[in-house]
């Protein structure tokens, strides 16, 4: 009984594989067209990517980006394409750009903000400390005895 | 004395600030890099007759170019609308009915070219004769690529384009009362007017 249930378990996998259907007809253009559509929002479903949504306006993207990759268009022209017509919001990466600046080096330049404030906290801590004369043998030999 | 305290409290009220903000905002309403191009052109057949219509027979007219289908819920809210918007305006209105027969409507597999444009035509008029036809003409774009070019994500989608052939304004979702008091109107004077 073990055996078979093993057996079952082992080849349910293969045998569903059997029946998934091919995805489209070159597999070529099928690879890019993951590695290009994962970069991109689908505009219907806002937190998924081209590639995984089910939305009927994301097929036809699709099918429009497996058209541009047979016209051999580049990663970057195929990008721009989309840009065009649906603006930044498609893609996941932002571009470099005046506009996106905040968004690239703001966390950078917090960074540098807090890391100036810890230099100038610790400067004065420092500062704080020397000013104080530090006690005498006998003075801190007398605070001992009185507690 | 020691203020300190404030500091986060600060930082706190700020953030809540940019946050309450944000909700306020549509995450739908995404600006279109389209305004201040030129509209994309195309050529389509026309709801009625055998011609085909390019934006470029509009040269020289201020229009709005409305993206529909009759299986969009949201459409038949603006109808009426728009209906009324043509029978006090002479702005034209052109009517793109945007991928009209959907998969659920080829259930025995897809429909050849001509048969979905015959569908497609007969549903949109029926459509429009009930509901009433606020459109100088409509073409239809029945696999959704001029769609694609006008960056189409949510029907229905309003165009304003000037005399130039230059979109001016575009609103993704219904137009409703205020936004035509409010901004289509007004646009659509001053576009008149130049």
Known sequence: MKWILLCW???SPWVSAGEAQPMAEDPQVEARLVVIAEELRCMVCQNESLSSSHAELAEDLRREVRKLIRENKTDAEIKTYLVERYG???LYRPQVKPLTWPLWFGPFFILLLAVWGLWRYLRLRKNALQAQTPLHHEQAADAVAKD | MNKKFLIPLGLFAALVIFLA???T???REIPSPLVGKPAPDFSLPMLVGDKPFSPSDMKGKVWLFNVWATWCVACR???PLLVEFSKQSRTPVVGLSYKEIQAQDQPNGPLKEAEKLQLARERSLRFLQRQGDPYTLSVLDLDGSVGINYGVYGVPETYLIDRQGVIRYKRVG???PQIL????LPLIQTL???
Not at chain 2, 181 to 184: A, P
Request: proline share 8%; no cysteine.
């Open chain 1, 9 to 11: 378990m082992l080849l």
């Open chain 1, 88 to 90: 930044d919001f498609v």
């Open chain 2, 21 to 23: 903000v944000g909700l």
């Open chain 2, 25 to 27: 905002r549509d995450p």
């Open chain 2, 77 to 79: 809210e603006e109808h």
């Open chain 2, 174 to 176: 219904p137009l409703t």
């Open chain 2, 181 to 184: 008091q409010d901004t289509l």
């Open chain 2, 192 to 194: 008149e007017a130049s």
